[in-house]
Protein backbone atom coordinates (compact mmCIF):
# COMPACT_ATOMS: atom_id res chain seq x y z
CA UNK A 1 0.00 0.00 0.00
CA UNK A 2 1.25 3.34 -0.81
CA UNK A 3 1.78 6.15 1.25
CA UNK A 4 -0.80 8.09 0.10
CA UNK A 5 -3.30 5.54 0.08
CA UNK A 6 -1.92 4.74 3.85
CA UNK A 7 -3.11 8.32 4.61
CA UNK A 8 -6.38 9.27 2.74
CA UNK A 9 -7.27 5.64 4.14
CA UNK A 10 -6.57 7.88 7.42
CA UNK A 11 -7.60 11.09 6.86
CA UNK A 12 -11.33 8.82 5.94
CA UNK A 13 -10.68 7.14 9.14
CA UNK A 14 -10.73 10.44 11.07
CA UNK A 15 -13.52 11.87 8.64
CA UNK A 16 -15.71 9.21 9.81
CA UNK A 17 -14.60 9.80 13.75
CA UNK A 18 -16.15 12.82 13.31
CA UNK A 19 -19.16 11.86 11.13
CA UNK A 20 -19.99 9.69 14.33
CA UNK A 21 -18.13 11.43 17.09
CA UNK A 22 -20.86 11.60 19.57
CA UNK A 23 -21.68 7.80 20.96
CA UNK A 24 -25.31 8.40 22.85
CA UNK A 25 -27.98 5.51 23.93
CA UNK A 26 -30.74 5.81 21.52
CA UNK A 27 -31.12 6.91 17.79
CA UNK A 28 -34.55 6.85 16.54
CA UNK A 29 -34.84 7.34 12.83
CA UNK A 30 -36.53 7.20 10.17
CA UNK A 31 -40.01 8.15 11.91
CA UNK A 32 -41.95 10.97 11.47
CA UNK A 33 -41.36 12.57 15.05
CA UNK A 34 -44.52 14.92 16.39
CA UNK A 35 -42.64 17.00 18.57
CA UNK A 36 -45.99 19.00 20.15
CA UNK A 37 -43.50 21.51 20.63
CA UNK A 38 -44.88 25.65 20.39
CA UNK A 39 -44.40 25.46 16.58
CA UNK A 40 -45.51 21.84 15.64
CA UNK A 41 -42.30 20.99 14.68
CA UNK A 42 -42.18 17.74 13.09
CA UNK A 43 -38.60 15.71 12.07
CA UNK A 44 -37.34 12.36 11.55
CA UNK A 45 -34.53 11.27 13.76
CA UNK A 46 -33.69 12.39 17.70
CA UNK A 47 -30.30 11.12 19.45
CA UNK A 48 -30.89 10.36 23.46
CA UNK A 49 -28.58 10.12 25.80
CA UNK A 50 -28.71 8.76 29.95
CA UNK A 51 -32.46 9.35 29.48
CA UNK A 52 -32.53 12.68 27.84
CA UNK A 53 -32.97 14.24 24.22
CA UNK A 54 -30.18 15.31 22.94
CA UNK A 55 -30.93 16.53 19.32
CA UNK A 56 -33.41 16.19 17.01
CA UNK A 57 -33.22 16.86 13.19
CA UNK A 58 -33.65 15.66 9.67
CA UNK A 59 -32.57 11.85 9.13
CA UNK A 60 -28.97 12.42 7.82
CA UNK A 61 -27.83 15.18 10.38
CA UNK A 62 -28.85 12.59 12.95
CA UNK A 63 -27.76 9.54 11.59
CA UNK A 64 -23.89 11.03 10.35
CA UNK A 65 -23.46 12.94 13.77
CA UNK A 66 -24.59 10.02 16.35
CA UNK A 67 -23.45 6.45 16.93
CA UNK A 68 -25.46 4.75 19.45
CA UNK A 69 -25.91 1.20 20.95
CA UNK A 70 -29.37 1.33 20.26
CA UNK A 71 -30.95 2.15 16.81
CA UNK A 72 -34.45 1.99 15.95
CA UNK A 73 -35.99 2.07 12.49
CA UNK A 74 -39.46 3.51 12.92
CA UNK A 75 -40.28 2.50 9.54
CA UNK A 76 -41.83 6.05 8.91
CA UNK A 77 -44.69 5.52 11.90
CA UNK A 78 -45.46 8.29 13.69
CA UNK A 79 -44.07 9.36 17.14
CA UNK A 80 -45.85 11.49 19.81
CA UNK A 81 -44.96 12.27 23.00
CA UNK A 82 -45.54 9.81 25.58
CA UNK A 83 -49.24 10.07 26.89
CA UNK A 84 -50.12 11.43 30.56
CA UNK A 85 -53.56 10.25 32.18
CA UNK A 86 -54.81 13.64 33.48
CA UNK A 87 -56.82 12.09 36.01
CA UNK A 88 -57.27 7.89 36.84
CA UNK A 89 -56.80 5.67 39.72
CA UNK A 90 -54.05 3.66 38.94
CA UNK A 91 -53.42 1.88 42.01
CA UNK A 92 -57.66 1.18 42.23
CA UNK A 93 -57.30 -0.22 38.40
CA UNK A 94 -54.47 -2.62 39.68
CA UNK A 95 -56.72 -3.85 42.74
CA UNK A 96 -59.76 -3.72 40.62
CA UNK A 97 -58.11 -7.06 38.70
CA UNK A 98 -58.24 -8.77 41.37
CA UNK A 99 -61.59 -8.29 42.57
CA UNK A 100 -65.18 -9.26 40.76
CA UNK A 101 -65.61 -7.09 37.45
CA UNK A 102 -69.24 -6.28 37.07
CA UNK A 103 -68.57 -3.86 33.92
CA UNK A 104 -70.81 -4.24 30.85
CA UNK A 105 -73.74 -5.82 33.46
CA UNK A 106 -77.02 -5.87 31.50
CA UNK A 107 -79.17 -6.52 34.32
CA UNK A 108 -79.21 -7.08 38.31
CA UNK A 109 -79.57 -10.59 37.79
CA UNK A 110 -76.44 -10.72 35.37
CA UNK A 111 -75.27 -9.17 38.63
CA UNK A 112 -76.00 -11.71 41.21
CA UNK A 113 -75.22 -14.47 38.62
CA UNK A 114 -71.38 -13.44 38.11
CA UNK A 115 -71.42 -12.97 42.09
CA UNK A 116 -72.48 -16.78 42.87
CA UNK A 117 -69.81 -17.88 40.40
CA UNK A 118 -67.04 -15.31 41.69
CA UNK A 119 -68.09 -16.72 45.88
CA UNK A 120 -67.64 -20.61 44.40
CA UNK A 121 -64.40 -19.92 43.17
CA UNK A 122 -62.88 -18.04 45.84
CA UNK A 123 -64.17 -19.37 49.06
CA UNK A 124 -61.52 -18.54 50.76
CA UNK A 125 -62.70 -14.96 50.85
CA UNK A 126 -64.46 -13.67 53.91
CA UNK A 127 -65.51 -10.71 51.96
CA UNK A 128 -67.14 -10.80 48.62
CA UNK A 129 -66.23 -7.29 46.51
CA UNK A 130 -67.04 -6.49 43.24
CA UNK A 131 -66.85 -2.95 41.42
CA UNK A 132 -68.43 -1.86 37.54
CA UNK A 133 -72.17 -2.20 37.59
CA UNK A 134 -74.26 0.80 36.34
CA UNK A 135 -77.65 0.44 36.68
CA UNK A 136 -78.22 2.81 33.27
CA UNK A 137 -76.75 -0.05 31.08
CA UNK A 138 -79.49 -1.98 32.67
CA UNK A 139 -83.27 -2.73 30.79
CA UNK A 140 -84.71 -1.66 34.54
CA UNK A 141 -83.01 1.32 35.62
CA UNK A 142 -83.85 0.88 39.19
CA UNK A 143 -80.84 1.32 41.68
CA UNK A 144 -80.60 -1.80 43.07
CA UNK A 145 -81.43 -3.15 46.65
CA UNK A 146 -80.43 -5.76 49.20
CA UNK A 147 -83.08 -8.26 49.37
CA UNK A 148 -81.99 -10.99 47.10
CA UNK A 149 -78.54 -10.75 48.14
CA UNK A 150 -79.27 -11.29 52.27
CA UNK A 151 -81.17 -14.68 50.41
CA UNK A 152 -78.45 -15.49 48.54
CA UNK A 153 -75.37 -14.78 51.15
CA UNK A 154 -77.00 -14.51 54.94
CA UNK A 155 -74.09 -14.71 56.66
CA UNK A 156 -71.33 -13.70 53.86
CA UNK A 157 -70.65 -9.97 53.72
CA UNK A 158 -71.29 -8.71 50.18
CA UNK A 159 -69.80 -5.19 49.00
CA UNK A 160 -71.07 -4.13 45.46
CA UNK A 161 -69.23 -0.76 44.31
CA UNK A 162 -70.90 0.96 41.10
CA UNK A 163 -68.76 1.74 38.29
CA UNK A 164 -68.17 5.53 39.57
CA UNK A 165 -67.29 4.12 43.40
CA UNK A 166 -70.19 6.86 44.26
CA UNK A 167 -72.37 4.24 45.31
CA UNK A 168 -72.41 0.85 46.47
CA UNK A 169 -75.19 -1.90 47.53
CA UNK A 170 -74.17 -4.41 50.93
CA UNK A 171 -75.96 -7.09 52.23
CA UNK A 172 -76.76 -7.10 56.04
CA UNK A 173 -73.78 -9.37 56.61
CA UNK A 174 -72.17 -6.53 55.76
CA UNK A 175 -73.59 -4.09 57.46
CA UNK A 176 -73.71 -6.21 60.29
CA UNK A 177 -69.88 -6.95 60.42
CA UNK A 178 -68.79 -2.72 59.98
CA UNK A 179 -71.69 -2.29 63.01
CA UNK A 180 -73.16 0.28 60.43
CA UNK A 181 -76.41 1.90 62.64
CA UNK A 182 -79.13 1.55 60.08
CA UNK A 183 -80.41 4.89 61.94
CA UNK A 184 -77.15 6.67 61.52
CA UNK A 185 -77.24 9.70 60.07
CA UNK A 186 -74.32 10.36 58.18
CA UNK A 187 -73.11 14.10 56.77
CA UNK A 188 -72.33 14.40 52.74
CA UNK A 189 -74.05 10.91 52.76
CA UNK A 190 -76.85 8.85 52.25
CA UNK A 191 -78.20 5.07 53.30
CA UNK A 192 -80.85 4.32 51.72
CA UNK A 193 -84.46 3.17 52.69
CA UNK A 194 -87.63 1.40 51.76
CA UNK A 195 -90.83 1.27 54.30
CA UNK A 196 -88.29 2.23 56.66
CA UNK A 197 -85.65 -1.00 56.45
CA UNK A 198 -82.24 0.02 54.96
CA UNK A 199 -82.21 -1.25 51.66
CA UNK A 200 -78.35 -1.69 51.60
CA UNK A 201 -77.76 0.93 48.93
CA UNK A 202 -74.88 3.54 49.85
CA UNK A 203 -74.32 6.86 48.24
CA UNK A 204 -70.85 8.96 48.77
CA UNK A 205 -69.83 8.84 52.03
CA UNK A 206 -72.18 6.29 53.28
CA UNK A 207 -69.30 4.13 50.03
CA UNK A 208 -66.78 5.27 52.42
CA UNK A 209 -67.29 3.87 55.77
CA UNK A 210 -66.77 0.53 53.45
CA UNK A 211 -64.11 2.27 51.78
CA UNK A 212 -61.37 0.70 54.07
CA UNK A 213 -62.82 -2.60 53.32
CA UNK A 214 -63.10 -1.84 49.83
CA UNK A 215 -59.32 -1.02 49.73
CA UNK A 216 -57.80 -3.06 52.15
CA UNK A 217 -54.44 -4.61 50.96
CA UNK A 218 -51.30 -5.78 52.34
CA UNK A 219 -48.41 -4.94 50.71
CA UNK A 220 -47.29 -7.97 48.40
CA UNK A 221 -51.29 -7.50 47.01
CA UNK A 222 -50.64 -3.41 46.23
CA UNK A 223 -47.01 -4.91 44.40
CA UNK A 224 -48.73 -6.94 42.35
CA UNK A 225 -51.69 -4.62 41.82
CA UNK A 226 -49.21 -1.89 40.77
CA UNK A 227 -47.18 -4.07 38.46
CA UNK A 228 -50.52 -5.23 37.09
CA UNK A 229 -51.76 -1.95 36.35
CA UNK A 230 -48.55 -1.04 34.98
CA UNK A 231 -48.11 -3.09 32.19
CA UNK A 232 -51.85 -2.41 31.14
CA UNK A 233 -50.74 1.81 31.23
CA UNK A 234 -47.57 1.26 29.01
CA UNK A 235 -49.46 -1.33 26.53
CA UNK A 236 -52.28 1.79 26.13
CA UNK A 237 -49.05 4.02 25.59
CA UNK A 238 -48.98 6.06 28.97
CA UNK A 239 -45.65 6.92 30.46
CA UNK A 240 -47.20 9.17 33.15
CA UNK A 241 -50.38 8.68 35.32
CA UNK A 242 -51.80 10.86 37.59
CA UNK A 243 -54.04 9.14 40.57
CA UNK A 244 -56.47 11.02 41.78
CA UNK A 245 -55.83 9.95 45.55
CA UNK A 246 -53.39 8.19 47.28
CA UNK A 247 -52.17 7.40 50.53
CA UNK A 248 -48.58 8.07 52.43
CA UNK A 249 -48.65 4.19 52.46
CA UNK A 250 -49.09 3.84 48.68
CA UNK A 251 -46.70 6.57 48.20
CA UNK A 252 -43.84 5.83 49.52
CA UNK A 253 -44.24 2.03 48.22
CA UNK A 254 -44.26 3.30 44.64
CA UNK A 255 -40.94 5.72 45.62
CA UNK A 256 -39.66 2.26 46.72
CA UNK A 257 -40.83 0.36 43.51
CA UNK A 258 -39.43 3.24 40.92
CA UNK A 259 -36.01 3.10 42.97
CA UNK A 260 -35.88 -0.91 42.81
CA UNK A 261 -36.43 0.23 38.62
CA UNK A 262 -39.76 -2.07 38.71
CA UNK A 263 -41.81 0.46 38.72
CA UNK A 264 -40.83 2.80 35.29
CA UNK A 265 -44.07 4.80 34.85
CA UNK A 266 -44.21 7.99 35.87
CA UNK A 267 -46.55 8.61 38.78
CA UNK A 268 -48.13 12.48 39.87
CA UNK A 269 -49.37 11.14 42.56
CA UNK A 270 -52.68 13.23 44.35
CA UNK A 271 -52.52 12.98 48.35
CA UNK A 272 -56.20 12.04 49.90
CA UNK A 273 -57.25 15.07 51.97
CA UNK A 274 -56.97 13.17 55.33
CA UNK A 275 -55.50 14.26 58.39
CA UNK A 276 -52.44 11.68 58.55
CA UNK A 277 -51.90 12.14 55.32
CA UNK A 278 -51.19 16.22 55.51
CA UNK A 279 -49.39 15.90 58.64
CA UNK A 280 -46.58 13.76 57.29
CA UNK A 281 -46.48 16.55 54.21
CA UNK A 282 -46.78 19.28 56.70
CA UNK A 283 -43.35 18.27 58.24
CA UNK A 284 -41.64 17.38 54.63
CA UNK A 285 -43.25 19.82 51.91
CA UNK A 286 -43.73 18.36 48.44
CA UNK A 287 -41.61 14.80 47.32
CA UNK A 288 -40.33 15.29 44.29
CA UNK A 289 -37.92 12.89 42.06
CA UNK A 290 -38.05 11.97 38.29
CA UNK A 291 -40.89 9.87 38.48
CA UNK A 292 -42.37 10.65 41.50
CA UNK A 293 -44.43 14.24 41.74
CA UNK A 294 -46.16 13.84 45.23
CA UNK A 295 -47.47 17.95 45.40
CA UNK A 296 -51.14 18.25 45.44
CA UNK A 297 -53.57 17.19 47.95
CA UNK A 298 -56.86 15.85 46.39
CA UNK A 299 -60.02 16.52 48.00
CA UNK A 300 -64.02 15.70 47.31
CA UNK A 301 -66.51 18.68 46.05
CA UNK A 302 -69.27 16.06 45.86
CA UNK A 303 -70.44 13.04 44.16
CA UNK A 304 -71.22 11.67 41.05
CA UNK A 305 -73.63 12.75 38.36
CA UNK A 306 -74.96 8.71 37.79
CA UNK A 307 -76.18 8.38 41.22
CA UNK A 308 -77.00 11.61 41.72
CA UNK A 309 -74.47 12.87 44.45
CA UNK A 310 -72.89 15.73 42.23
CA UNK A 311 -73.95 18.83 43.74
CA UNK A 312 -76.28 21.44 41.56
CA UNK A 313 -77.86 24.77 41.87
CA UNK A 314 -81.35 23.62 41.42
CA UNK A 315 -83.21 20.40 42.31
CA UNK A 316 -82.22 17.28 39.55
CA UNK A 317 -84.98 17.16 37.06
CA UNK A 318 -85.50 13.27 37.60
CA UNK A 319 -85.75 13.83 41.08
CA UNK A 320 -87.74 17.28 42.10
CA UNK A 321 -85.87 18.48 45.42
CA UNK A 322 -82.69 16.55 45.11
CA UNK A 323 -79.77 18.80 44.99
CA UNK A 324 -76.98 16.27 45.44
CA UNK A 325 -74.84 15.88 48.16
CA UNK A 326 -71.41 18.30 49.31
CA UNK A 327 -69.27 15.89 50.75
CA UNK A 328 -67.93 18.05 53.22
CA UNK A 329 -67.84 21.47 54.52
CA UNK A 330 -67.54 25.02 53.58
CA UNK A 331 -65.08 25.71 56.18
CA UNK A 332 -63.30 22.41 55.78
CA UNK A 333 -62.33 23.31 52.30
CA UNK A 334 -61.02 26.92 53.28
CA UNK A 335 -59.02 24.94 55.59
CA UNK A 336 -57.42 22.38 53.18
CA UNK A 337 -56.92 25.72 50.31
CA UNK A 338 -55.02 27.61 53.56
CA UNK A 339 -53.27 24.39 54.34
CA UNK A 340 -52.44 23.83 50.50
CA UNK A 341 -51.06 27.76 50.04
CA UNK A 342 -48.85 27.36 53.16
CA UNK A 343 -47.21 24.46 52.24
CA UNK A 344 -46.78 24.38 48.38
CA UNK A 345 -49.52 21.72 47.14
CA UNK A 346 -51.97 22.40 44.69
CA UNK A 347 -55.46 21.84 45.35
CA UNK A 348 -57.31 19.71 43.17
CA UNK A 349 -60.61 19.23 44.23
CA UNK A 350 -63.61 16.74 42.32
CA UNK A 351 -66.25 18.95 41.43
CA UNK A 352 -69.00 17.57 39.41
CA UNK A 353 -72.42 19.91 39.35
CA UNK A 354 -72.36 23.27 39.09
CA UNK A 355 -73.13 23.79 42.56
CA UNK A 356 -69.46 22.50 43.33
CA UNK A 357 -67.70 23.71 40.83
CA UNK A 358 -69.17 27.48 41.92
CA UNK A 359 -68.32 26.67 45.66
CA UNK A 360 -64.81 25.39 45.09
CA UNK A 361 -63.59 28.55 42.30
CA UNK A 362 -64.76 30.37 44.80
CA UNK A 363 -63.09 29.17 47.80
CA UNK A 364 -59.91 28.58 45.42
CA UNK A 365 -60.00 32.69 44.33
CA UNK A 366 -60.10 33.90 47.75
CA UNK A 367 -57.39 30.98 49.33
CA UNK A 368 -55.04 32.24 45.89
CA UNK A 369 -55.23 35.99 46.46
CA UNK A 370 -54.00 37.30 43.67
CA UNK A 371 -51.43 34.07 42.71
CA UNK A 372 -52.09 33.46 39.14
CA UNK A 373 -49.27 30.41 38.80
CA UNK A 374 -50.07 28.31 41.77
CA UNK A 375 -52.32 25.79 38.92
CA UNK A 376 -55.05 24.89 41.43
CA UNK A 377 -57.28 22.19 39.93
CA UNK A 378 -60.95 20.81 39.34
CA UNK A 379 -61.39 17.48 38.66
CA UNK A 380 -64.28 16.94 36.63
CA UNK A 381 -65.70 20.72 36.29
CA UNK A 382 -68.78 18.01 34.53
CA UNK A 383 -71.47 21.36 34.76
CA UNK A 384 -70.39 25.12 34.98
CA UNK A 385 -72.62 27.63 35.04
CA UNK A 386 -71.31 30.25 32.62
CA UNK A 387 -71.32 33.24 35.04
CA UNK A 388 -68.73 30.97 36.93
CA UNK A 389 -66.33 30.75 34.03
CA UNK A 390 -64.06 33.63 34.85
CA UNK A 391 -62.19 32.10 37.63
CA UNK A 392 -60.26 29.74 35.51
CA UNK A 393 -59.10 32.94 33.90
CA UNK A 394 -58.87 34.69 36.41
CA UNK A 395 -56.61 32.17 38.99
CA UNK A 396 -55.06 30.54 36.53
CA UNK A 397 -57.11 27.37 37.83
CA UNK A 398 -57.02 24.24 35.34
CA UNK A 399 -59.87 22.10 34.74
CA UNK A 400 -58.97 18.86 34.67
CA UNK A 401 -61.56 16.47 32.27
CA UNK A 402 -62.04 13.11 31.27
CA UNK A 403 -63.77 13.10 27.67
CA UNK A 404 -64.82 9.62 27.76
CA UNK A 405 -67.28 10.48 30.86
CA UNK A 406 -68.96 12.88 27.90
CA UNK A 407 -69.44 10.10 25.48
CA UNK A 408 -70.63 7.39 28.43
CA UNK A 409 -72.94 9.92 30.47
CA UNK A 410 -74.18 11.23 26.95
CA UNK A 411 -77.09 9.09 26.81
CA UNK A 412 -78.43 10.22 30.24
CA UNK A 413 -77.11 13.12 31.43
CA UNK A 414 -80.12 15.43 30.34
CA UNK A 415 -82.39 13.40 32.40
CA UNK A 416 -80.51 14.26 35.21
CA UNK A 417 -80.26 17.88 34.23
CA UNK A 418 -82.93 19.08 31.77
CA UNK A 419 -82.58 20.81 28.35
CA UNK A 420 -81.25 24.11 29.94
CA UNK A 421 -78.38 23.20 31.89
CA UNK A 422 -77.06 19.96 29.66
CA UNK A 423 -75.66 22.89 27.43
CA UNK A 424 -73.22 24.06 29.83
CA UNK A 425 -72.15 20.44 30.92
CA UNK A 426 -69.08 18.59 29.10
CA UNK A 427 -68.60 21.93 27.78
CA UNK A 428 -64.27 21.13 26.82
CA UNK A 429 -63.87 23.55 24.34
CA UNK A 430 -65.79 26.27 26.26
CA UNK A 431 -63.42 25.38 29.08
CA UNK A 432 -60.13 25.34 27.29
CA UNK A 433 -60.71 28.51 25.77
CA UNK A 434 -60.99 30.34 29.65
CA UNK A 435 -57.25 29.41 30.61
CA UNK A 436 -56.11 28.45 26.74
CA UNK A 437 -55.28 24.69 28.32
CA UNK A 438 -57.56 22.14 29.42
CA UNK A 439 -55.75 18.73 31.03
CA UNK A 440 -57.20 15.57 29.88
CA UNK A 441 -57.74 12.08 31.50
CA UNK A 442 -59.59 8.95 31.86
CA UNK A 443 -60.60 8.05 35.35
CA UNK A 444 -59.99 4.77 34.84
CA UNK A 445 -60.86 2.01 36.13
CA UNK A 446 -64.26 4.20 35.88
CA UNK A 447 -63.55 4.40 32.14
CA UNK A 448 -61.55 2.03 30.27
CA UNK A 449 -57.55 2.98 30.26
CA UNK A 450 -56.75 3.89 26.51
CA UNK A 451 -55.59 7.67 26.09
CA UNK A 452 -56.76 6.91 21.97
CA UNK A 453 -60.05 6.61 23.71
CA UNK A 454 -60.01 9.93 25.29
CA UNK A 455 -59.01 11.25 21.77
CA UNK A 456 -61.69 9.77 20.00
CA UNK A 457 -64.08 11.01 22.31
CA UNK A 458 -62.21 14.61 22.56
CA UNK A 459 -62.57 14.75 19.10
CA UNK A 460 -65.36 13.09 17.45
CA UNK A 461 -67.35 13.11 20.52
CA UNK A 462 -68.29 9.32 20.10
CA UNK A 463 -68.42 6.56 22.37
CA UNK A 464 -65.81 3.13 20.91
CA UNK A 465 -69.75 1.80 19.44
CA UNK A 466 -69.33 5.30 17.10
CA UNK A 467 -72.14 6.24 18.84
CA UNK A 468 -74.00 9.47 18.69
CA UNK A 469 -73.31 9.50 14.81
CA UNK A 470 -73.25 12.86 14.30
CA UNK A 471 -71.31 13.25 17.85
CA UNK A 472 -72.30 14.34 21.18
CA UNK A 473 -72.49 18.16 21.52
CA UNK A 474 -70.38 18.59 18.48
CA UNK A 475 -69.54 22.36 19.07
CA UNK A 476 -67.36 21.13 22.21
CA UNK A 477 -65.48 19.22 20.58
CA UNK A 478 -61.44 19.54 21.07
CA UNK A 479 -59.10 20.13 17.31
CA UNK A 480 -56.58 16.86 17.10
CA UNK A 481 -53.90 19.24 18.13
CA UNK A 482 -56.05 20.58 21.11
CA UNK A 483 -56.68 16.90 22.22
CA UNK A 484 -53.19 16.21 21.80
CA UNK A 485 -51.87 18.76 23.57
CA UNK A 486 -54.32 17.78 26.62
CA UNK A 487 -53.39 14.50 26.55
CA UNK A 488 -49.52 15.55 26.65
CA UNK A 489 -48.45 19.16 27.28
CA UNK A 490 -51.28 20.64 29.12
CA UNK A 491 -50.89 17.53 31.44
CA UNK A 492 -47.13 18.52 31.86
CA UNK A 493 -48.01 22.00 32.87
CA UNK A 494 -50.98 20.77 35.32
CA UNK A 495 -48.11 18.93 36.97
CA UNK A 496 -45.50 21.22 36.86
CA UNK A 497 -43.25 18.60 34.65
CA UNK A 498 -43.37 21.20 31.55
CA UNK A 499 -40.03 21.57 32.21
CA UNK A 500 -38.86 17.98 31.30
CA UNK A 501 -41.71 16.45 30.10
CA UNK A 502 -44.97 17.00 27.19
CA UNK A 503 -42.93 17.58 24.32
CA UNK A 504 -40.27 15.53 22.62
CA UNK A 505 -37.33 18.64 22.64
CA UNK A 506 -33.55 18.58 23.59
CA UNK A 507 -32.93 18.44 27.00
CA UNK A 508 -36.49 16.76 27.91
CA UNK A 509 -36.79 13.39 29.00
CA UNK A 510 -37.00 10.47 25.70
CA UNK A 511 -40.57 9.32 26.79
CA UNK A 512 -42.44 8.57 23.82
CA UNK A 513 -45.15 6.33 21.96
CA UNK A 514 -44.57 5.19 18.30
CA UNK A 515 -48.64 4.73 16.77
CA UNK A 516 -49.41 3.76 13.17
CA UNK A 517 -51.56 6.33 12.46
CA UNK A 518 -50.76 10.12 12.19
CA UNK A 519 -53.49 11.44 15.03
CA UNK A 520 -53.94 14.23 13.11
CA UNK A 521 -55.11 13.19 9.81
CA UNK A 522 -57.20 10.62 11.45
CA UNK A 523 -61.06 10.17 10.86
CA UNK A 524 -62.82 7.55 13.08
CA UNK A 525 -62.18 4.61 11.23
CA UNK A 526 -58.74 5.14 11.05
CA UNK A 527 -58.31 5.63 14.77
CA UNK A 528 -60.37 3.12 15.81
CA UNK A 529 -57.54 0.94 13.81
CA UNK A 530 -55.02 2.93 15.36
CA UNK A 531 -52.65 0.81 17.33
CA UNK A 532 -49.41 1.79 19.89
CA UNK A 533 -46.67 -0.15 18.67
CA UNK A 534 -44.18 1.23 21.35
CA UNK A 535 -43.60 2.95 24.69
CA UNK A 536 -40.46 4.61 25.97
CA UNK A 537 -39.92 5.79 29.43
CA UNK A 538 -36.07 8.19 29.52
CA UNK A 539 -34.87 6.15 26.30
CA UNK A 540 -35.99 2.48 27.72
CA UNK A 541 -38.53 0.04 25.90
CA UNK A 542 -41.08 -0.24 28.85
CA UNK A 543 -43.73 -2.30 26.68
ZN1 LIG B 1 -61.55 9.90 39.81
Not at 197 to 216: M, S, Y
Not at 357 to 385: C, F, K, M, P
Not at 430 to 452: C, K, M, N, S, Y
Amino acid sequence: MSLRSTLTLALLALLCGCYHSEQVDLVVHNATIHTMDETGTTTQAMAVRDGRIVEMGPEREIMNRYQAENTVDAAKLHVYPGFIDGHCHFLGYGLNLQKLDLIGTKSWDEVLERLQRFAEAHPDREWLIGRGWDQNDWSTKDLPDNVRLNALFPDRPVLLQRVDGHAAVVNQAAMDRVGLDPDADIEGGLLERKDGRPTGLLLDNAVTVFQGIFDQADEATKRQALLDAQSDCLAAGLTMVCDAGLDTNTIDLIERMHAEGVLKIRVYAMVTDAPANLARYARTGPLLTDRLFVRSIKVYGDGALGSRGALLKEPYTDQPGHLGLQLASEAHFRDVAAWCREHGFQMNTHCIGDSANALLLSVYGDALAGATDLRWRIEHAQVVDPPDLGHFAEHGIIPSVQPTHATSDGPWAEERLGPERIAHAYAFETLRRQLGLIALGTDFPVEPIEPLGTFRSAVFRQDADGRPVDGYMPEEALSPGDALRGMTIWNAVATFTEEDLGTLEPGKWADFVILDHDLEQVDATALARTRVKDTYIAGEAVR
